[in-house]
């Protein structure tokens, strides 16, 4: 299998990133970046503009792509540069794919994000969705997380005063309200490696969208691996 993540430098991305090039099932594992990552004989990169991803159309054949790529407003700066990181972004590299052969996409979206919410970071991650579901992938697969915990590169106060916090929040959060638990960036990585593990692209059903949340995340990263026959 070859596979392609988005966003290979960030939090979750980077872990996704490890989980592939170790895994026996996937041959290659393309990564377009905007600074270059340590080689690996796996390992297929390219430093791209994200802006004009369109004359690397031939980088996007692949059979599976997971999408880590996302920013906040403060580091965005406007919402314009948000929508285009987290939204336009994510849908050409789909569209991309689609057109190149690609038949899953695991998207790495938020916790409430709905194209109705009066939230604008929910609204753009909601909307970014429903454009992805209207794109007929065979499996499109949406993971749900909430604070995702971990150690960032870049400094994020806001969210490293509720990683903390985060924890002891958890066990206030049972039943439905766990899918807003914070989660391990590992967790969630682990269980999209888990995933593309699983894949058999040549035997996807017609068009299948799946949303996977706390509890699913969990699961995926935790149980045993079976291996496709």
């Known amino acids: 299998m070859k596979a392609m993540v988005l966003g290979a430098t960030g939090l979750t991305g980077r872990q996704v990133l490890a989980g592939l090039l170790e895994a026996p ?15 690996h004989s796996k390992l297929v990169q390219r430093t791209v503009d994200f802006d004009h991803l369109a004359p690397e ?21 406007s919402k314009a540069a948000f929508r285009r990181v987290d939204y336009d972004v994510p849908l050409e590299a789909a ?24 939230v604008f970071y929910s609204r753009v991650k909601g909307q970014l969705e429903e454009a992805l579901a209207d794109l007929g992938y065979p499996r499109l697969s ?28 958890n066990a206030l959060l049972p039943g439905p309200l766990k899918r807003y638990r914070g989660i391990p960036a590992s967790t969630v990585a682990r269980a ?29 990263a935790a149980g045993p691996l079976t291996t496709p026959a």
């Open 25 to 39: 099932e996937v041959e290659t594992v393309v990564a377009p970046v905007r600074r270059p990552l340590r080689t």
């Open 57 to 77: 159309a031939d980088l996007f054949a692949v059979d599976a792509i997971v999408c880590c790529l996302g920013t906040t407003m403060a580091r965005a700066g």
């Open 95 to 118: 569209r991309l794919g689609l057109e190149n052969g690609a038949r899953a996409f695991l998207l790495m979206s938020a916790v409430g994000a709905s194209a109705q919410s009066p």
């Open 142 to 169: 949406i993971y749900h997380p909430g604070l995702l915990l971990g150690e960032r590169q870049e400094q994020r106060t806001g969210e490293s005063a509720m990683g903390t916090v985060m924890p002891t929040l």
């Open 192 to 220: 999209m490696v888990t995933e593309v593990r699983l894949l058999s692209p040549s035997e996807l059903p017609d068009p299948q969208v799946i949303v996977r949340h706390y509890d699913e995340m969990e699961s995926l």
